[in-house]
């Protein structure tokens, strides 16, 4: 693999064409206009400043490989002798379709097509095209130079080949991959993180707790590095909203979206970007006070997130390894969700998974027939020595 196009030069598609010329590949940018474009350059040239500033990159390096990010408007032209593109423009399936039937014309025989969606189905990207076989999905986090982990998504009619190929590549740019064996929305992490944002921001909704209350909670007993409705704000909670739709779609009342959230994203208050969200980030970043933490329910946290990863399980989405290795190095959580059940006990998280469904009878609560049949089978985690994993 030699030469490689990104198609959209936002920060995710500029981030994504460094690492492709760090790895010592060629690669074209493309996007719409040229100003567009110039300042991708510039964003490109710039971090890779900052990269020699630390230490981690050469001058001789950076200059190298800056020169191998080519920039233009002409989509045919970038991808006619590349063997590799990722798509990276807005999460808006019908553009995707319409690139990737460009795409497919524009490119070589042998070119894989990745798409870098968050939350759309790679089945319906690849029937845009009349290589099914060579579509996959490549989601990157933000910002992928920094962030250790790429899903690797497989569609219905994604090859082993391009699987395994992706999965070389990603390892190539220096990332870690999860391999997503289905096509479903949301992939791994933004299943694990939207059925926790959803089920505390129902929580606030009903007056169970206060924002404040959930997010010292997850931050100081849980561990996590932001709280709830922190990481909703700092993703931007217009994108937090369309993933949410999203999955909503895909897995109804499981995953309903809460109205504090639609309320939000109506009103422009996008979170930090904008101002304004479910906090002010114009007075500077959340304080959120310690002596909160433990006023919400930690277990309820855990109980949705594990029960999220049991149903990936279950429809044989991911390995357990795969959905730890992802939610770790997506989130940084110092524990995978399976992990963790299997430390806390996995009888006690269906035991929580039961109490709150008892008193709420909301599906998000409703406990995956893969947990029923651990603790039937006394698979109850690491003190029997056989849960979610196998213990000596």
């Not at 300042?39 to 950076?62: Q, Y």
């Not at 969606?117 to 986090?141: C, W, Y």
């Not at 391009?162 to 070389?168: A, D, L, S, W």
Request: aromatic fraction near 8%; charge should be neutral; hydrophobic fraction near 40%.
């Amino acid at each position: 693999m030699k030469k490689a196009a990104v198609i959209g030069a936002g920060m995710m598609g500029h981030g994504i064409a460094q690492l492709f010329a760090m790895a010592g590949l060629d690669v074209v940018l493309v996007d719409v206009n040229e100003e567009i474009l110039d300042k991708a350059l510039k964003e490109i040239n710039w971090s890779l400043g900052k990269l020699v500033e630390k230490g981690k990159l050469t001058d001789e390096n950076a200059k190298k490989t800056f020169l191998r990010v080519k920039a233009t408007t002409n989509l045919e032209d970038a991808c006619k002798d590349v063997d590799f593109v990722v798509e990276a423009v807005p999460e808006n399936l019908e553009l995707k379709k319409q690139v990737f039937s460009r795409l497919d014309k524009a490119s070589p025989n042998h070119t894989i097509l990745a798409t870098n969606t968050s939350s759309l189905s790679i089945t319906e990207i690849a029937n845009a095209t009349q290589r099914p076989e060579k579509v996959v999905g490549m989601h990157f986090f933000n910002p992928p130079v920094l962030m250790p982990l790429v899903e690797v998504v497989k569609g219905e009619k994604t090859s082993d080949e391009t699987v395994e190929t992706t999965i070389n590549l990603a390892k190539r740019l220096g990332k870690t991959p999860a391999l997503v064996k289905k096509d479903v929305r949301g992939f791994i992490v933004n299943r694990i993180l939207v059925s926790m944002f959803t089920d505390a921001c129902h929580a606030v909704r009903r007056g169970e707790a206060t924002m404040e209350m959930v997010d010292a909670t997850i931050k100081y007993k849980a561990g996590l590095p932001m709280g709830a409705f922190e990481l909703a704000d700092y993703l931007g909670l217009d994108i937090v909203y369309s993933v949410s739709k999203v999955m909503e779609e895909a897995y109804g009342e499981r995953a309903k979206v809460c109205p504090l959230l639609e309320q939000l994203v109506k009103e422009g208050k996008f979170g930090q970007k904008s101002g304004k969200g479910f906090y002010d980030w114009t007075v500077g970043r959340p304080r959120i006070p310690f002596k909160l933490a433990g006023k919400y329910d930690v277990e309820r946290v855990y109980a949705v997130s594990i029960n999220e990863a049991a149903w990936m399980v279950y429809e044989d989405v991911a390995d357990p390894q795969n959905i730890d290795t992802a939610v770790k190095l997506g989130t940084a959580w110092a524990q995978g969700p399976c992990e963790l059940a299997d430390n806390l006990g996995i009888d006690n998280v269906l035991a929580k998974l039961k109490e709150l469904y008892n008193k709420y009878g909301e599906e998000v609560y409703k406990s995956c027939p893969l947990l029923e049949e651990y603790v039937g089978k006394g698979w109850l985690g690491k003190k029997t020595k056989r849960g979610f994993y196998t213990y000596e």
